[in-house]
């Protein structure tokens, strides 16, 4: 298997673009979470789906921030417009809950590191 | 102006010693926990995990031990090697396969 697939690895972009970043989770995982990751706040959780549907958003800074998930295979993170404070690595994550609730490790991809001029 | 980051915890060891990683977690109802080791430009990578029925699981060279009574987890890491040179996270699940991870302690190994 090939992993969590995180695409592109990097991104320079300037104010007020737009900057779209991609997943591919492991397949035959039902569970997809993106995280942001900085200096000053570490690894934060900002979203996450189980079976393509949102479950928990209350991570998402502010509404300039959507993410979808349209199929089990692809996600994406959205950021429009974009600001510098956006610039950190956004990594996915994706692992497998099991029929009884019970969760298992969460693999993560290698991120996306954005920067925002 | 420059931003201040945070100032992870850092743990220097010789190489062949053994590594003691400690985590206060903060939800008592927390019920599962994983450590995860992030080297540097790369995504955590999954080391060991532990659920609260448990106070002690093994795997090879780690150790995970979790104390409920004072919400302390720690990784023990046997013989340590260069290669074990990287940022520990701790992370509980709070519910609903919701992950939060700790700030980290960064494992410097000296040859």
């Known amino acids: 298997d090939a992993g969590v697939i995180q695409s592109p690895r990097h991104e320079v972009t300037e104010m007020g673009q737009e900057v779209t970043l991609r997943c591919k989770p492991i397949s035959g995982h039902n569970s997809l979470f993106w995280y942001r990751q900085t200096m000053m706040r570490g690894l934060e959780l900002l979203i996450y789906f189980n079976n393509n549907v949102p479950i928990d958003d209350s991570g998402m800074p502010e509404d300039r921030f959507s993410a979808k998930m349209p199929n089990a295979s692809f996600s994406t993170l959205k950021i429009q417009p974009s600001e510098p404070r956006d610039s950190a690595v956004y990594f996915c994550?994706?692992?497998?809950?099991?029929?009884?609730?019970?969760?298992?490790?969460?693999?993560f991809g290698p991120g996306t590191r954005l920067t925002v001029l | 102006g420059e931003s201040v980051g945070l100032h992870l915890p850092t743990l220097s060891v010789q190489e062949g010693d053994n590594s003691i990683i400690n985590c206060a977690y903060s939800n008592s109802a927390s019920d599962y926990f994983i450590w995860y080791k992030q080297e540097s430009g790369k995504g955590p990578q999954f080391i060991i995990d532990i659920r609260s029925n448990m106070d002690k699981r093994q795997g090879q060279r780690v150790t995970v031990l979790l104390n409920k009574t004072v919400k302390h987890l720690s990784l023990q890491i046997a013989a340590t090697q260069p290669g074990d040179s990287a940022v520990y996270f701790c992370a509980e699940n709070i519910g609903g396969g919701k992950l939060i991870f700790g700030q980290g302690t960064e494992l410097s190994v000296k040859p």
């Open positions: 994550a994706s692992s497998l809950v099991g029929l009884a609730g019970l969760y298992n490790e969460q693999f």
